[in-house]
């Protein structure tokens, strides 16, 4: 009795740790995932468990020597990478290490295979199976076999990550990689997840393999595990997920040579006996800490899984595939193309370019205009831009036969060593386009930016838009400013006018204020406009698209920027992260220094005063941009200082105020506009032809 107590005690304790231990390392989340594919498909469940039992006997009495694979069965593989531009958009080198770690494992020339313990060194299984990226995609075009999705998805992972994109199961191996593989409540942490072929096997769009963005490189197994499931091969304890209770010793992996085990959660005793002989906790199929191999009897088992009809598994190695994906030859260039870790930037500065073409390229030849060094033939080159400007880069790869050149005009921007003047009104009216001079924007999706638009304007006829009406959640995009001279002012204020609607509720939109004072190396936040606490909402729901009305506007003050930032090239921005709401729009954004005018008197330090054209035919256009209502004299003088015309002398409105002047009966010669506002005055020479 005290006997089976002290088991009991002991058996508890030890799955306590085991949860513990699956906090800290991960797990599969295979029984999870299935278990939620069952309750959305309840009809599939009992079909699922006929096949599974089928493919058992199919496997047991499966014989090598009439297999239908060739000896090196090659895989097709693809990954999507679901990201919101943090570190779980992980790089192209990392998926190519995972694939490098995975071929490693399956063909049995990983390194650390000479420290399987010396019990199992004579069943350690070559499955004879390769992995190799798609070079050619379900369109017939040339790819890497790497895309890239924005999307919030990211953090909860699921089987919803396989909705936003999916390339055919007969032809490919997918796999998505995110921040999060799956969601769990109170069963640790899962690296990652896949479904047997027998489960999925009439539901093709649910096929294929979910991974942690932090579980895959060199020396890291999960997904030599999950590929494994995709080929229907079971945990080492049995067909279930509970690693660690005994119960699992009268439970099978339908592998002849694994022992039974109750598996292990981590750890890696080499000496364990959870029932009755050494396990195999080396297994890539155990949760421990020290996986090294697959067993023959594994190998058997995935290379029947390849010959089986279940999800298509005996299509995607045929060589009439392995054509069609551009995988059965070398690799073709069939792309040049780079990135830079950054692009507008102050003088001075070093750029990492990185290479980003595919496939097969051996040789690079960079050109960087402005740059030094203004040549490179690295792979990766680091560049210093010293003078102000915006240069083009060009990339010429080779494989040395064939050659692809990609050239990017206008790619760095390089800043004013000392920026703009304050004060600063923007407006926009002066704009036409994004980016210009002042402005650079920046976008996830690369499909919608900021953009100039007269449809809506807190003042005269211009505003400028982001139309996230249209955009996906998680969209991140960026309109950032010029450099700008606040070096000898006493503090600094902006101000800013804006208009956003909610489609629904529970939209989570956000904007947010940054300023940096190292050239956009770092940012920081100084206002935080959100939908969810109604600090950016201007107006009610709408469904459609939204236009605001004059009324539908708000504005915000900023002051608390630091006399850190009191420097020649200080720098702001707006970063707007789509919440699944509307439109929303940004006008009259002003920086000035408050201990000098306020922010009501901003017009006639700022004031945008335009007359054109000049010289003058027969009618002279005036444009001045005001803050706020006030009173305005404007004259017409010749060059005696005779007054020639009294043009107005009333109360104007905030924003743009523009009129025309008819100099048809002008005399030719020199005329100076003069114009007067609260105290100041703004005089401008015309010539009429």
């Known amino acids: 009795m ?208 979910v991974v942690r963005s932090n579980a895959i490189g060199y020396d890291k197994r999960t997904l030599t595990h999950e590929a494994a499931h995709w080929m229907n091969i079971i945990h080492v304890w049995g067909d279930s997920n509970e690693a660690g209770l005994a119960t699992n010793c009268s439970e099978s992996d339908f592998v002849g040579d694994t022992p039974n085990t109750i598996g292990h959660t981590s750890g890696c005793s080499l000496s364990s006996e959870s029932c009755g002989s050494l396990d195999n906790i080396q297994n890539y199929m155990d949760y421990g800490t020290c996986k090294r191999m697959f067993t023959e009897g594994q190998s058997n088992r995935m290379i029947a899984a390849l010959n089986s009809y279940l999800s298509q598994r005996n299509q995607i190695w045929t060589n009439a595939n392995l054509i069609e994906t551009g995988v059965n030859s070398a690799p073709q260039l069939c792309a040049s193309d780079f990135i830079a870790d950054e692009k507008r930037i102050c003088s ?15 040789e690079w030849t960079w050109t960087f205009e402005g740059g030094e060094p203004s040549t490179s033939n690295e ?172 009324t539908e506007w708000n504005e915000a003050y900023i002051d608390n920027i630091s006399y850190l930032y009191l420097i020649e090239n200080f720098r702001f921005k707006f970063e707007f992260n789509s919440g699944d709401g509307n439109n929303i729009y940004l006008d009259d954004i002003n920086i000035f220094d408050p201990t000098t005018v306020g922010i009501n008197e901003v017009n006639k330090a700022a004031l945008k005063y335009k007359v054109f054209p000049n010289p003058i035919e027969n009618t002279l256009n005036i444009s001045f941009n005001l803050l706020h209502n006030t009173d305005v004299v404007g004259d017409v003088y010749d060059i005696s200082g005779r007054k020639v015309m009294n043009l107005f002398d009333r109360s104007f409105q905030i924003g743009v105020n523009e009129m025309q002047v008819n100099t048809a009966d002008w005399n030719s010669g020199m005329y100076f506009v003069r114009i007067q506002l609260e105290g100041e005055t703004f005089i401008e020479k015309v010539i009429k032809n």
């Open 2 to 209: 005290l006997k089976n107590l002290i088991l009991i005690i002991t058996l508890i304790i030890s799955y306590s740790l085991s949860i513990k231990a699956q906090d800290e390392n991960g797990q599969c989340g295979w029984y999870e995932a299935q278990e939620a594919f069952f309750e959305e498909h309840p009809e599939a469940k009992e079909k699922a468990e006929l096949e599974f039992k089928n493919f058992n006997a199919f496997a047991a009495n499966f014989d090598n020597a009439n297999k239908m694979t060739p000896d090196t069965v090659i895989i097709p593989i693809v990954f999507h990478i679901i990201h919101i531009n943090g570190p779980e958009n992980v790089s192209n080198q990392l998926i190519y290490d995972a694939v490098d770690q995975m071929n490693m494992d399956y063909m049995a020339t990983n390194s650390d295979l000479s420290e399987v313990v010396e019990d199992f060194v004579d069943i350690i299984g070559n499955t004879k199976i390769i992995f190799r990226l798609a070079q050619i995609d379900p369109d017939g075009n040339c790819t890497n076999g790497i895309t890239r999705t924005v999307s919030e998805l990211t953090n909860t992972g699921g089987n919803a990550l396989k909705n936003l994109i999916y390339w055919p199961r007969d032809s490919y191996l997918n796999v998505w990689v995110s921040k999060i593989a799956l969601e769990t409540e109170g069963s640790g942490t899962v690296l990652g997840y896949s479904q047997y072929p027998s489960t999925v096997h009439n539901y093709p769009g649910n096929d294929g393999i």
């Open 348 to 362: 001075g500065t070093e750029v990492q370019f990185t290479n980003a073409s595919y496939n097969g390229d051996t």
């Open 379 to 550: 792979e990766n080159p680091l560049v210093i831009y010293n003078t102000p400007g915006t240069y083009p880069v060009s990339l010429t790869i080779s494989n040395g036969n064939d050659e692809l050149t990609e050239i990017k005009e206008s790619f760095i921007h390089v800043l004013e060593d000392v920026g703009s003047t304050t004060p600063i009104l923007e407006g926009f009216e002066s704009a036409t386009t994004l980016p210009n001079d002042d402005w650079t924007i920046f976008s996830t999706d690369e499909d919608r930016y900021w953009e100039v638009t007269n449809a809506a304007s807190n003042s005269g006829s211009k505003s400028v838009v982001l139309k996230n009406y249209y955009q996906n959640e998680g969209n991140v995009d960026e309109l950032e400013s010029n450099s700008i001279d606040l070096s000898g002012l006493e503090e600094v204020a902006i101000s800013f006018k804006y208009a956003y609607a909610k489609r629904h509720n529970a939209d989570t939109d956000v904007l947010k204020l940054k300023v940096t004072r190292t050239c956009g190396t770092n940012w920081l936040v100084k206002e935080t406009l959100k939908a969810n606490d109604g600090t950016l909402v201007t107006a009610p729901n709408h469904a459609g698209y939204f236009t605001p009305e004059s």
